[in-house]
């Protein structure tokens, strides 16, 4: 007993692990489908919008044709064809039982007049070869199959000869009996019509459909491109609330929000600006008593604890500032730029080097915040290593600037703290005598109000890159 229990469990053990194998496998099949299904597929709203439209209508028509085609068309054309078979089979059986030539002649005339048929006897002749059969049609299939039904002698067809007849031969003793049927008798002729008329019609839907969805497309479109405007600090001009009630809503959200943000950006401003001019008076007092008194050791000690008190305060009011914000972006000449920035480095005894790569050296920036930018890579660079690298390149879509340096570096996992405002590394690069803490932090608000960032890696020279890649 205590074997089979263990047989039962080992078995049940082994189908609970093919269950587990098998269910790991259509997982993994689900998600190769759903990765390959979401590469396939469009990204954009308009081009899914228009399969959501056009997929439900192509598969109602493919229904709707199938359905036509495997039971009126092929119903209709069976019967027609059954009833021109029997036409044909009452006819061969007349001439068989009415041989002489006056009955002939009378049955040419009732088949012409009474079932549209145009009968011909010719003596001696026999069946010609079978032809070759259509790789594709409904008439030929059903009315070779209708008449061998009903007709006992050999007989032979063509379907394909002349597009509006239907030849049959009929073989007799002594003879041959040639019968013309106009096809429409046997064949339903007008099924293009309702072709036409469906495929018509949808590419007519579709056009009506794609037109009126480009038109709520357009919406969208415009408040996704006034945001990004906005996010870059550019003017938004022309844009209006637009199409449906919901796109008109965000639209709205929108506009509040702008609105919001730059009155206080406004506040602000007007806030700082009169803290400024309050203490630069006080540091002009400042300066002025210490010219009153006189040169001495502690007068130049209090001059430059003044002149660094000055500083910071600069530093601290352009990063609350944000000064990024006030400034119109201009087609500037990022090469130019460069060198300016290069030659100020020089000045203060950097050795420095810079290049641009490219012929295409025009940009839509803020000139003034792009230079702070870079000079405040550039000065940070300075502060700590001897050699120093600016390069430039621009594509299609991104502006790059690189500053590289032979510095210490900073280590991976500090690279990101080194951009919070007032954060100084123990052992690290921004660790200056009386510096603020903000020139990283502002350089990076300003690569982020183009739309672009400020990211820091290892350099080809040894120390820190600072790369500034922004859209154009």
């Not at 510096?435 to 290892?458: E, K, N, Q, W, Y």
Request: hydrophobic residues 45%; positive net charge; contains cysteine.
């Amino acid at each position: 007993m205590n074997r089979v229990n263990l047989l039962d469990n080992q078995m049940m053990g082994a189908a609970r692990e093919r269950l587990r194998l098998t269910q790991a496998r259509m997982r993994e099949n689900n998600a190769r489908f759903g990765a390959w299904f979401n590469r396939v597929m469009p990204k954009g709203l308009y081009a899914r919008s228009l399969i959501i439209i056009v997929t439900p209508m192509v598969i109602l028509q493919s229904v709707l044709a199938f359905v036509f085609m495997e039971r009126h068309y092929n119903a209709v054309t069976r019967r027609l064809s059954a009833a021109v078979s029997q036409d044909i089979t009452a006819l061969t059986d007349l001439s068989a039982g009415f041989p002489t030539q006056a009955d002939r002649d009378r049955i040419k005339q009732i088949a012409q007049s009474a079932m549209g048929l145009t009968v011909d006897f010719l003596p001696g002749e026999r069946l010609p070869p079978p032809g070759p059969k259509p790789f594709f049609s409904i008439l030929d299939s059903h009315f070779t199959s209708e008449l061998g039904k009903r007709l006992k002698r050999p007989f032979w067809t063509d379907t394909v000869g002349n597009s509006n007849l239907i030849e049959v031969r009929v073989q007799f003793d002594d003879m041959v009996m040639r019968i013309f049927a106009r096809r429409s008798q046997a064949y339903l002729s007008n099924s293009h019509i309702f072709l036409v008329w469906m495929v018509g019609t949808a590419v007519l839907l579709l056009a009506v459909a794609i037109l009126f969805l480009r038109n709520q497309i357009k919406p969208i479109e415009a408040l996704a491109d006034a945001a990004i405007a906005f996010g870059k600090g550019r003017d938004v001009t022309g844009f209006r609330p637009r199409g449906a009630r919901e796109v008109r809503g965000a639209a709205l959200a929108f506009l509040e929000m702008k609105r919001r943000i730059e009155r206080q950006i406004e506040q602000r401003t007007t806030m700082l600006a009169g803290v400024s001019h309050d203490m630069r008076t006080i540091l002009t007092r400042f300066k002025l008593e210490l010219a009153l008194i006189g040169d001495t050791d502690e007068t130049e000690a209090l001059r430059n604890d003044v002149d660094e008190l000055q500083r910071m305060l600069e530093a601290y009011l352009a990063f609350a500032r944000d000064d990024t914000t006030g400034e119109a972006p201009i087609m500037a000449d990022i090469a130019r730029i460069i060198d300016d920035t290069r030659h100020n480095a020089e000045r203060q005894g950097a050795d420095v080097s810079a290049r641009f790569v490219g012929d295409d050296t025009l940009v839509m920036i803020r000139p003034d915040a792009f230079r702070r930018c870079l000079a405040n890579l550039v000065g940070n660079a300075r502060r700590h290593a001897k050699r120093i690298e600016i390069t430039g390149t621009r594509d299609e879509r991104w502006l790059t600037v690189t500053v590289d340096d032979d510095g210490p570096g900073i280590p991976p996992s500090r690279r990101d703290d080194v951009f919070r405002p007032f954060v100084r590394l123990d052992d690290a690069r921004n660790q200056d005598a009386g510096g603020s803490g903000l020139g990283l932090t502002i350089a990076r608000d300003a690569a982020r109000a183009h739309g672009g960032d400020v990211m820091l890696g290892d350099s080809p020279l040894g120390g820190l890159r600072a790369t500034v890649r922004i859209p154009v």
